[in-house]
């Protein structure tokens, strides 16, 4: 609920963050868009991780410091600064996320999977929905650094409940983890939808958009032949000739 209060949220307060930094609508934009870059780019790795040293433990860590960086980002004595903590907490967020989904998968029997899968669906939406009202709502009797504020509190509930209900972690293996494929990988996300983000800035032919296409292709070729070469690859090239994953990975892509 919270991560995705965080990113519906600080929409109403841009218009006040323009107001107390000194900056253009353009740029203040980028409170919501570094957080949502840093949140979808590395998820694949913090998945990786999770298998690797336990999903509890991933997930107290990270919604830890989700709540740490959402102090911070209140505070920011600048612009750059609010934009970095706000990155920071959509980092913070990523682990968290595919840490829930792994821990639902493992908790529950198949018959209530689903189940838990839609209420966790139901409360994303539902703060989805309400975070531009409340926010606004919020703004109406305190500043703007509120609708960030009101996450710790949430936060430290969370961490509690977590500390003292969720199961403890299996034993975990630790296999050579593929750095270059999970870099190159996440390195072409990131470009892919940094330039997706700047392209109506610089055109569809401009030299920067084609410059980040062909990074794109580099980058995913040089993933590529890695899968192909690893001994326990990142994401096993194999998977996709079952036309249902293919299919499902499409699908969320788009």
Do not use: C
């Not at 936060?155 to 750095?179: G, H, Y």
């Amino acid at each position: 609920f919270i991560g995705t209060w965080d990113g519906a949220a600080p929409v109403v307060a841009l218009p006040a963050i323009t107001r107390d930094y000194g900056v253009g609508i353009d740029s203040a934009v980028w409170v919501l868009t570094a957080s949502s870059l840093l949140f979808a780019v590395p998820m694949a790795i913090f998945g990786k991780l999770g298998d690797m040293f336990g999903h509890k433990r991933i997930y107290l860590v990270s919604t830890a410091a989700f709540a740490a960086f959402a102090a911070l980002a209140a505070a920011a004595p600048s612009f750059g600064w609010l934009i970095f903590f706000r990155a920071m907490q959509g980092l913070a967020s990523a682990p968290a996320f595919t840490a829930t989904m792994a821990l639902i998968a493992t908790t529950f029997p198949t018959e209530e999977r689903g189940r838990a899968m839609g209420f966790m669906s139901m409360a994303a939406s539902a703060a989805w929905a309400s975070g531009p009202p409340l926010g606004g709502l919020l703004m109406r009797a305190f500043p703007w650094q509120s609708i960030i504020l009101v996450e710790i509190p949430v936060v430290a509930i969370a961490v509690a409940l977590a500390w003292r209900f969720m199961p403890e972690d299996s034993q975990t293996s630790r296999p050579q983890f593929d750095l270059v494929g999970a870099g190159s990988l996440t390195a072409a996300a990131l470009v892919l939808m940094l330039g997706l983000r700047l392209v109506g800035q610089w055109g569809w032919t401009g030299r920067p958009t084609l410059a980040m296409a062909a990074l794109f292709v580099g980058l995913i070729s040089l993933f590529l032949i890695t899968e192909k070469r690893h001994k326990t690859p990142f994401v096993p090239l194999s998977l996709f000739a079952n036309r249902r994953f293919s299919f499902a990975t499409a699908f969320s892509a788009t």
